[in-house]
């Protein structure tokens, strides 16, 4: 049976090539997303997020949705909580359903506007999300 340091020094060393080989993948992402042909799978994407596919290459762009906290305070401080949109849940921030909102403002559009107003989207930096070898193209 090996003993607690020869264990201890094998993690160790595993955790030490694991860093290396993420400092690698890293740093292999930044080369293949600086190139012109990754850049144009990107264009598309690059203000509205999501992910898209062109010659076995993968990329995508997180979004998040950011409602302003006191424009929603705004919007419901005359209302009573039991009267609220469904698409609402009071936590310590306001959480907005988007399936629900999306819902509630295709119903009725006329009401739709002034949360549209609190409404934002952040995007994430772009990855690499999936290569499929058999798809790739030579230069």
Not at 13 to 29: F, H, P, S, T, Y
Not at 44 to 60: C, F, L, M, Q
Not at 105 to 132: F, M, T, V, Y
Request: aromatic share 6%; with cysteine.
């Amino acid at each position: 049976m090996a003993s607690t340091k020869c264990l201890a020094l094998q993690l160790l060393g595993a955790k030490e090539k694991k860093a290396e080989i993420e400092r690698q993948i890293k740093a292999l992402e930044i080369k293949l997303l600086d190139t012109k042909e990754v850049g144009t799978i990107l264009t598309p994407i690059h203000n509205s997020g999501g992910d898209r596919t062109e010659k076995g290459i993968t990329v995508g762009k997180s979004r998040e949705h950011i409602w302003d906290q006191s424009m929603i305070d705004e919007l419901l401080e005359a209302t009573p909580q039991s009267e609220w949109p469904s698409f609402v849940t009071q936590q310590n921030t306001y959480k907005i359903d988007m399936r629900k909102f999306k819902d509630f403002a295709e119903a009725q559009p006329q009401n739709a506007a002034r949360w549209h107003s609190a409404h934002s989207i952040k995007l994430g930096d772009p990855k690499i999300k999936k290569i499929n070898a058999e798809q790739l193209e030579e230069d």
